[in-house]
């Protein structure tokens, strides 16, 4: 069997920045106890490592309290401006681990705030990254997440609007919303801020799948970027197989196949994927 292994799989910059963010505090806190404002990722795996280390995830803005003991870790995918804001309130340390890429949307959304613009974020409304943008864009910013929603758009046409992207975000799909968007006459600007690593992986991914009998996609289920790689492996290759890790692959799944692709979410260790690559190269 000819297994091939996609080059961009596995963590990309920010969050082996983020990551690593993490470790080291542990390093150079020794018993002091450290604490990350959500997960610093989406990968189980990475978080049940950092929790037998000593590290506690806080779920919401109604735990902050609890982290006066220690050090706040801001997770990879940023949060809106309150939390840093109330973390400066009760005097507790906090190291920002946000992905630059996502830094610069913040940015981008101060910005439009200050000159009175309304910004559309098109992205997972749900997903923390979108959140956080969010939180720093003020109250004239709307987040849009399908073809549909751009469809029922309605907003003031005396109104400057400016278009950002959640930076994991189906290329393909952004662009069928912009153009949805732009024929509606608005005084627009649109921002391309997916980050070019997710491209490439999507790319390379979508380029593996339609040329193998089978596709492994591994990453965590909560990953957004790893949903959107399996939605693009899957429409090219119709035997694709979503895991988090080896013990989810159905070994039979692959007894019929020559070719086999391997790619991975922005947030999976290395670890995982060497073991699925090494795995599916000995036994198949």
Same mark, same amino acid.
């Given at each position: 069997?000819k297994?091939?292994l996609?080059e961009?799989?596995g @963590?990309?910059?920010?969050? $082996?920045?983020?990551v690593?963010t993490?470790?080291?505090?542990i ?6 106890k450290?604490?990350?404002y ?7 795996e990475v978080?049940?490592d950092m929790?037998?280390?000593g590290?506690?995830?806080?779920r919401?803005?109604?735990e902050l309290?609890?982290? $006066?003991d220690g050090? !706040?870790?801001?997770?990879?995918h940023? !949060?809106p401006k ?5 973390? #400066?309130?009760?005097g507790i340390p906090?190291?920002?681990?946000t992905c630059?890429?996502v $830094? $610069?949307?913040h940015r981008i *959304?101060m910005?439009e705030? #200050?000159k009175? +613009? ?5 992205g997972?409304?749900?997903h923390?990254?979108?959140?956080g943008?969010?939180g720093?864009?003020g109250?004239?910013?709307v987040?849009?997440?399908?073809i549909e929603d751009a469809a029922?758009l309605?907003?003031p046409?005396?109104?400057k609007?400016?278009v950002v992207a959640?930076?994991t975000y189906n290329?393909?799909k952004?662009k069928d919303?912009v153009?949805?968007i732009?024929?509606?006459g608005y005084?627009i ?8 690593a997710?491209t490439?992986r999507?790319?390379e991914?979508?380029?593996?799948a ?7 996609v591994?990453g965590?289920?909560h990953?957004s970027n790893?949903?959107k790689?399996?939605e693009?492996?899957?429409? *090219?290759c119709? +035997?694709t197989?979503?895991?988090q ?9 692959l007894?019929?196949v020559e070719t ?11 670890k995982?994927?060497e ?8 036994? @198949?």
């Amino acid at each position: 069997m000819k297994v091939i292994l996609a080059e961009t799989a596995g @963590f990309c910059f920010g969050v $082996k920045r983020a990551v690593d963010t993490v470790y080291r505090q542990i390093a150079e806190h020794p018993g002091r106890k450290i604490y990350t404002y959500g997960p610093i990722i989406h990968n189980a795996e990475v978080i049940r490592d950092m929790e037998a280390r000593g590290v506690t995830v806080l779920r919401g803005e109604d735990e902050l309290e609890q982290a $006066k003991d220690g050090i !706040v870790i801001i997770r990879s995918h940023g !949060v809106p401006k309150r939390v840093c804001d109330r973390l #400066e309130e009760l005097g507790i340390p906090y190291v920002d681990a946000t992905c630059p890429y996502v $830094k $610069k949307i913040h940015r981008i *959304a101060m910005e439009e705030e #200050e000159k009175g +613009n309304v910004l559309i974020i098109i992205g997972n409304s749900d997903h923390p990254e979108v959140e956080g943008i969010k939180g720093w864009a003020g109250r004239d910013s709307v987040v849009v997440s399908t073809i549909e929603d751009a469809a029922g758009l309605v907003l003031p046409k005396d109104r400057k609007i400016c278009v950002v992207a959640q930076t994991t975000y189906n290329y393909n799909k952004f662009k069928d919303i912009v153009e949805i968007i732009l024929k509606k006459g608005y005084d627009i600007i649109v921002l391309n801020t997916i980050c070019n690593a997710t491209t490439e992986r999507q790319k390379e991914a979508e380029s593996i799948a339609d040329g193998v009998d089978a596709m492994i996609v591994v990453g965590d289920m909560h990953s957004s970027n790893t949903q959107k790689l399996f939605e693009i492996c899957n429409h *090219a290759c119709n +035997n694709t197989y979503y895991i988090q890790t080896l013990d989810d692959l159905d070994m039979n799944q692959l007894r019929s196949v020559e070719t086999v692709g391997i790619t991975a979410g922005a947030s999976t260790p290395n670890k995982i994927i060497e073991e699925v690559q090494n795995y599916v190269r000995i036994n @198949f």
